[in-house]
């Protein structure tokens, strides 16, 4: 048995329990982002790469109106689902955390919201056709309550149906890390502001936002970072209507054109990336996490 | 392991960082005696305890075990054996696998170690427990499982980090009295960390009070309680009132001190060599404080020797006595306690003025200052 | 308000509660219909009404007329998200140790890992795809697609372990090392039995994000699909209730996943906590 594990022994061990992890995400992350960084200077002949260093990739993008319509767009998306999934988010989390006893039923419900999760994402997609569609659901409710005599036509295939899928998806990723968060604040802080005499409103906007803030931060940077990803929601759920920025760029794939399609993944990583950064900017998040 | 249990620490130091948590202590305590390490919060007795255990490393200085240097042994070869703030016992172990856990991981087998185990939770009465698990005790079981747990590795050296603190107190009363008969009976050597005075005069052979990293005062329960080397001491032990003066003159070995108020107090100088103007500390116990109530104001009555002058600031009921704390003016506040019958046969009320008077062979002179310098006098 | 059951509750509880009731008939409502739907007759159609229920949708997806390579790539999916379970556990849960104390480079790995999990999924796999396509390496869903699943199981399953792991109590590791355990004997008897429902769950996500992933394996998943993308080519070309069908099997699936994963949860935290005498102590 050695008589110590010295400080550079343990500090070793670390390095070597970490190594695997590091080593896999820098072969499958690292070097193909690299690769994609690299590529987006190549010229393209004919569905053949061409290793030189050209901005043809770069000036065709920037130069096309397009590009800017599609990045609107998508920004578009980004800015109204973050705040839906926020209010939807803070508020799920807010009851369960504040007014649901006792643990265990607490628990139960916020598994229900994390069920859907671990489940397809296509499937929950698909799953709005027949509620939204001319003779969906929602629209023989309606026809049927006499609210409308008419189909609504724009409940599928529509902004709306897009912004609908989105929320469904993704605003799990903003109730959990919030869930997270508040579950962590001591019930005992809020009673003495409730003594202090600070109002319900008073008390989340001085004690549960400014303690959830981690949780805000982490459930922002996924609903953006997976808005501003996605294109299969874009393509299905607009019916070919809208478009976004990584479905442009799955088109351009479709057909091999690589050069520029990872141009324009540069460009996209980079303003995912200042996204990002301007969050973590706002909160520490690591601090939190990690420490 | 027979071994000695005798614990020496030399010059022993610990820093984190910047900041100095155990500052070049030296102790030497004997085998198969009750010690126990008291100071409030921060103060490094936790930190000593666990570098006497082998969880964390002395910065610089040395830790040796029945004369050997331990230091850099891991803990389960220093023949110490540690019972944790909260028991740490392992969650998704039954309490019977819990004491088994140092016999598994020396390679015994299962059969063996579980008799063993048994047998030891026996002796705590514990052994129809054996098959639950620890979040099904109370907290008094769980400490004697942790004990168990504990003394199964047959140690030379049993450390308590405040053994008793997650206990209510008839508890705490009751286990308190538990170790100190348990150590008698394994004589062994216990160092047990502790916050609570009377926790450790209560138990120790041997009390360590401690303060910002360094020892004030190491000495017998009786030594710490009534012979306080230090102001700190004094107040931190709770049974003394703190007098400071000047000395105006000395006759007999007896000095006559003035403080900044005016009153005039005797200290037994003990052979220790002062002169005139020199700053003294001394104390008085609170149970030799007589109490008589005055009825003019306190500012009407003459300099004042061998009592202090006051009112009355508040009365608490102890059962066998009664504690009187006074408000004595440009000076901190001085007590008396008063044996239940004599407060009751004469009895003050709050805001009385009153007189608290002692004589002066119940005076002790302190002989390191602390950092009495610092307080008012 | 906030005083567990001192009072009656105050009208803030009951819109909240609306709201709640609201969103999980949100989550669950769309999935519910086609769960219904997949049961049409065989002349029903893509919405409601029924026309009669059958089995019909089902047994059309196993019989290999224009639905593709159910079998096939089901069986590819689970393998390959029981191999993907398997990395992400003991990758992440070694990750997690390591990351107990600040090294050189913690600070590099963990944005790595965070950047790792927000990429855009088709970005990341296109960049695996263009690596094996300059390595010379014929992309596959074992090799190239299970790369590109890691960059996402990995960094989610370091989240969980840091959640898991600021819950534990560095004593229990103190105790076991004074009562004479090392350091691996430290880990396996006592720091990954008491962190097993954590462990179990990083597990889950392994298997669960794998088995339903698309963006990041469409491009580099080699010749084979997976059934997340044989489902995605199915939204595009098949009109008939069989998708529906595909997406109620597939989520059942998911389903059995996710109560094995949580009852074994529920089971350990019983018994650490049940009542009475025990079974066994096992070892």
């Not at chain 3, 567990?4 to 105050?10: I, L, M």
Request: proline fraction near 5%; aromatic fraction near 10%; glycine fraction near 8%.
């Amino acid at each position: 048995m050695p008589a110590r594990r010295s400080n550079t022994s343990r500090l070793r061990l670390h390095h070597l329990l970490v190594a695997p992890f590091a080593s896999l995400l820098l072969v499958f992350f690292g070097v193909p982002l690299a690769l994609v960084v690299v590529v987006s200077f190549f010229d393209l002949d004919q569905f053949d790469i061409i290793p030189t260093f050209v901005l043809t990739n770069y000036v065709e993008l920037f130069g096309s109106s397009l590009t800017y319509t599609l990045y609107a767009n998508t920004i578009k998306y980004a800015v109204i689902v973050w705040a839906i999934t926020l209010v939807i988010g803070f508020t799920v989390s807010y009851f369960l955390v504040f007014h649901v006893r006792p643990f265990l039923l607490q628990l139960a419900l916020f598994l229900l919201c994390t069920v859907p999760f671990w489940t397809s994402n296509v499937i929950r997609m698909i799953s709005w056709i027949p509620f939204l569609g001319r003779n969906g659901i929602f629209n023989q409710s309606l026809i049927a309550l006499g609210i409308v005599d008419q189909p609504l036509e724009f409940l599928l295939f529509s902004d709306f149906a897009v912004v609908i899928a989105y929320v469904h998806l993704f605003s799990l990723f903003m109730i959990a890390p919030i869930f997270n968060s508040m579950a962590r604040i001591d019930p005992a802080v809020i009673e003495a502001a409730v003594d202090a005499g600070a109002g319900r409103f008073r008390v989340i906007r001085e004690i549960v936002v400014p303690l959830s803030k981690t949780g805000i931060a982490m459930g922002s940077i996924f609903v953006v970072a997976l808005v501003m990803g996605d294109f299969f929601v874009v393509k299905i759920m607009s019916g070919g209507q809208s478009a976004s920025v990584v479905l442009a760029m799955s088109n351009e794939t479709a057909v091999l054109q690589y050069p520029p399609a990872a141009a324009s993944a540069v460009v996209l990583l980079l303003v995912v990336t200042a996204m990002v950064v301007g969050i973590l900017r706002i909160v520490d998040v690591r601090r939190e996490l990690a420490g | 392991m027979a071994q000695s249990g005798e614990i020496e620490l030399c010059h022993l130091t610990k820093r984190f960082d910047r900041t100095v948590a155990v500052d070049a202590i030296d102790l030497a305590i004997p085998h198969g005696s009750y010690c126990c390490l008291l100071g409030p919060s921060g103060c490094g007795k936790t930190t000593i305890l666990r570098m006497i255990a082998g969880h964390e490393t002395p910065t610089e200085g040395d830790v040796r075990i029945g004369g050997e240097s331990v230091v850099g042994l891991p803990p389960v070869r220093r023949g110490t054996a540690m019972m944790f703030q909260n028991y740490a016992l392992f969650p998704h172990l039954t309490v019977l696998d819990n004491v088994a856990f140092n016999l598994k991981m020396r390679g015994v087998g299962k059969a063996e170690r579980h008799q063993r185990a048994r047998e030891m939770l026996a002796q705590v009465r514990l052994d129809q427990f054996a098959d639950r698990m620890p979040s099904q005790l109370s907290g008094g079981q769980q400490q004697r499982v942790a004990l168990s747990r504990a003394l199964i590795t047959n140690p030379r050296v049993l450390l308590l980090d405040e053994p008793l603190s997650a206990l209510d107190e008839f508890l705490r009363l009751q286990m308190r009295g538990e170790l100190r008969r348990m150590q008698k009976e394994l004589g062994i050597t216990f160092v047990h960390v502790t916050h609570t005075q009377l926790e450790a005069i209560a138990v120790a052979d041997m009390v360590v009070v401690m303060d910002q990293g360094r020892i004030e005062q190491a000495g017998s329960a009786r030594e710490i309680y009534t012979l306080p080397v230090s102001a700190y001491v004094a107040r931190f032990m709770g049974g003394q009132n703190v007098l400071t003066g000047k000395v105006a003159s000395v006759t007999d070995g007896i000095a006559t001190l003035v403080s900044d108020t005016g009153e005039r107090f005797s200290s037994p100088l003990n052979g220790q060599v002062v002169a005139e103007g020199d700053v003294l500390h001394c104390c008085v116990r609170r149970d030799r404080v007589a109490l008589e109530r005055v009825r003019r104001p306190p500012g009407a009555l003459p300099e004042p020797t061998n009592a202090v002058v006051g009112a009355v600031h508040a009365i608490e009921y102890q059962g066998t006595y009664v504690k009187v704390t006074i408000d004595v003016p440009g000076r901190e506040q001085f007590v008396a306690n008063v044996v239940d019958s004599k407060f009751f046969a004469n009895p003050v009320d709050i805001g009385d003025p009153v007189v608290a008077r002692w004589v002066p062979e119940d005076v002790h002179l302190l002989t390191t200052s602390g950092q009495a310098g610092e307080t008012h006098g | 308000m906030l005083r567990p059951g001192s009072r009656r509750r105050p009208w803030t509880f009951y819109g909240l509660a609306a709201f709640f009731t609201l969103y999980v008939l949100f989550l669950y409502g769309p999935m519910s219909a086609i769960f219904i739907l997949s049961f049409q007759g065989p002349t029903g159609g893509l919405t409601f009404p029924m026309n009669g229920v059958s089995l019909h949708w089902f047994s059309a997806l196993f019989g290999q007329q224009r639905t593709g390579d159910f079998a096939g790539s089901f069986t590819r999916s689970i393998v390959l998200a029981v191999i993907v379970l398997a990395i992400t556990v003991v990758v992440s849960v070694m990750a997690g140790l390591a990351f107990r104390r600040r090294f050189l480079g913690s600070t590099l790995v963990f944005y790595m890992a965070i950047f790792s999990l927000i990429i855009p999924g088709l970005l990341l796999g296109l960049g695996v795809g263009l690596m094996f396509q300059f390595l010379g390496i014929k992309p596959s869903w074992y090799s190239s697609a299970l790369g590109a699943q890691l960059t996402w199981t990995l960094p989610f399953g370091l989240l969980i372990m840091f959640a898991v792991f600021s819950r534990f109590n560095p004593a229990y590791e103190e105790a076991a090392r004074d009562l004479g355990a090392r350091y691996w004997q430290t880990l396996w008897n006592v720091v990954l039995p008491i962190l097993l429902p954590g462990i179990i769950a990083v597990a889950l996500f392994g298997f669960t994000l794998s088995y339903d992933e698309f963006p990041r394996t469409l491009i580099p998943i080699g010749s084979r699909n997976t059934l997340p993308l044989e489902i995605w080519a199915m939204t595009t070309n098949v009109t008939s209730p069989a998708l529906y069908a595909l997406g109620t099997l597939t989520t059942a699936i998911s389903f059995v996943a996710i109560a094995i994963a949580l009852t074994s949860i529920a089971l350990i935290q019983r018994r650490r906590t049940r009542r009475g005498t025990r079974a066994d102590a096992g070892d």
